[in-house]
């Protein structure tokens, strides 16, 4: 089993940065790639980034050269750098363990333009 808890949601005006943290306990030894992902009330949840367990990233082309995931092992947590905010990314943010169903609570964020 995997826990996951993030936090760092807030509301901020655009242009502005947030950083997420995800950190995971339990049986961490497990965890290979993580992403983030958020969902829109209404809407499908959609990936955002994912980090790989070697440090290889991926991006959602919305995000791209505006959100950086990151992730430190010695910790276990992930990250995520999100500067230049807009308002479409108004969501709530989840973390998770890919290719399981280890997701964590999510955290909101609000971008008001």
């Known amino acids: 089993q995997v826990q996951l808890v993030e936090s760092g949601g807030a509301l901020v005006q655009a242009g502005g940065s947030l950083r997420l943290s995800c950190a995971a306990s339990?049986?961490?030894?497990?965890?290979?790639?993580m992403a983030w992902y958020r969902q829109v009330l209404g809407k499908q949840r959609e990936r955002v980034a994912l980090?790989?367990?070697?440090?290889?990233?991926n991006y959602a082309d919305s995000v791209k050269g505006r959100f950086t995931i990151s992730r430190d092992n010695a910790k276990n947590t992930v990250y995520l750098q999100m500067n230049n905010l807009k308002s479409g990314d108004t969501a709530v943010y989840y973390c998770?363990?890919?290719?399981?169903?280890?997701w964590g609570q999510g955290t909101q964020v609000t971008v008001s333009s």
């Open positions: 339990g049986s961490t030894f497990s965890i290979g790639t």
């Open positions: 998770k363990v890919e290719w399981s169903d280890y």
């Open positions: 980090v790989t367990s070697d440090g290889t990233t």
